[in-house]
């Protein structure tokens, strides 16, 4: 594969896999170099990073948090502090109450952050964000944020990049891999 960057460099880019029974592992090398390595295990059952949509089944204010059905047996909480208030419509100046953002029945796009532990359901999020190499997106939130470990000038070519590829209803946070980069670049999302 090429890659292109700013020196307009070629890269020989390949990917190496290897399984066993209880793991596979798949390494990303550039030009020789190991960039990306993954590990895989099968008795590894995480929920962490899944995007679900969920239905609120109950909202306790003294709690200052939702319980969600995610469709997991065991309903999972949602606390206060994770809501997205942003996505939640309040209107300018009213208090962040989460019987004001969630209602029981209601369709909620939430994240898990912690596994089930014992009789206690996963720890959730409705703060969703995607990973990849070179940018977090954050649908439903519209902040941008550029690594500061970049130089200015190469900070100043990916914000005007993403002025023409990020919807304005989703925000970005781009990483310091993204450096040289192309607008066309493949996306690769990581767990």
Known sequence: LDRSSAASDVYKRQMLVRQS??????????DGVLVEHYIDRKQQTTMVGNVYLGRVQNV????EAAFVDIG???N????AGEVNWEAAGLPKGEQKRIEA?????QAVLVQVTKDPIGHKGARLTAQVSLPGRYLVYVPGNTTTGISRKLPDTERARLKKILKDVVPAEAGVIVRTAAEGASEAEPVSYTH
């Open 60 to 63: 306790l204010p003294s709690m």
């Open 101 to 105: 953002a969630l209602q029981p029945g």
């Open 21 to 30: 029974a209880d793991y596979t592992q798949v390494g990303v090398l550039e």
């Open 72 to 74: 997991k047996g065991r």
């Open 76 to 79: 999972g909480v949602l606390y």
